[in-house]
């Protein structure tokens, strides 16, 4: 039985970071939703054009389109060993069908909460730059790059900005988030599955947290 890693927590919590140290390292593919709507909403389609509208309002894509994009994109082969779900599920719709989806998949929801107080999230978003070539994340208050605007990694790269990171369009997402998401925190606690990580430490710190969770996990199932 292989795992379905789900990354719980608000924006700006550090799913994303988390996500693509766990694909390096795990060697499981992350599947960030708002990283496949990103490359969705540059398309030219009518539902492009929706999707991008609904990103830049803060607001939640419909639910069925969601599950269909993640049904999609689990069945491929590189997630047979298991796959880190980032962003994803963020309602109680999705959360039902993610558990049919295990099921069917004969895969087990491993839930992580990275839990980070309200005040640290707005800088985290607003704060937050990356690297148009290697995704690497920057921060201007808590991990600013070498040099201003471009990445340490990747000289040649101007660093871009999520369009909605902006201080109004974070507030809105820090809303929805508390609405629509927090929920589902207590929806997987009350089945005992619910960790949680403190979110408020460096990045490798939060990892390792995080790696002893998975890896305590793996003694339970069969693989
Ligand atoms: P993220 O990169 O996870 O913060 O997602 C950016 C935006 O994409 C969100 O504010 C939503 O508009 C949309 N989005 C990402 N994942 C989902 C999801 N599971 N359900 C609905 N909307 C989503």
């Known amino acids: 039985m292989s795992k379905i ?19 390096e390292r795990q060697n499981i593919p992350q599947i960030s939703t708002g ?15 929706e999707v991008k509208s609904i990103m830049n309002s803060g607001q939640l894509v419909p639910d069925a389109l969601m599950i269909s994009v993640v049904r999609e994109r689990t069945s491929r082969e590189d997630c047979k060993n298991g796959y880190i779900l980032d962003g994803f599920p963020r309602t109680a719709g999705q959360a039902a069908m993610l558990e049919k989806l295990a099921d069917e998949q004969g895969n087990r929801i491993l839930p992580i909460s990275i839990d980070v107080p309200f005040e640290v999230l707005e800088k985290r978003m607003t704060g937050r730059w990356s690297c148009p070539v290697c995704g690497e994340i920057y921060n201007i208050y808590f991990k ?3 040099f201003d605007n471009v990445c340490d990694l990747h000289p040649e790269a101007q660093l871009s900005r999520r369009s909605d990171d902006t201080s109004e369009k974070a507030k809105i997402r820090l809303e929805t988030y508390e ?15 619910l960790q949680s990580v403190d979110g408020t430490r460096d990045p490798e710190a939060i990892y390792a947290e995080i790696e002893k969770i998975v890896n305590s996990e793996k003694g339970k199932v069969k693989s």
């Open 5 to 23: 890693i789900v990354l719980m927590g608000a924006p700006g919590a550090g799913k994303g970071t988390q996500a693509r140290l766990l694909q």
């Open 35 to 49: 990283d496949i709507l990103r490359v969705m909403k540059e398309e030219r389609t009518p539902l492009a054009e």
């Open 144 to 146: 600013p790059p070498k």
């Open 179 to 193: 609405r629509e998401t927090r929920p589902l925190l207590d929806y997987y606690a009350a089945s005992n599955r």
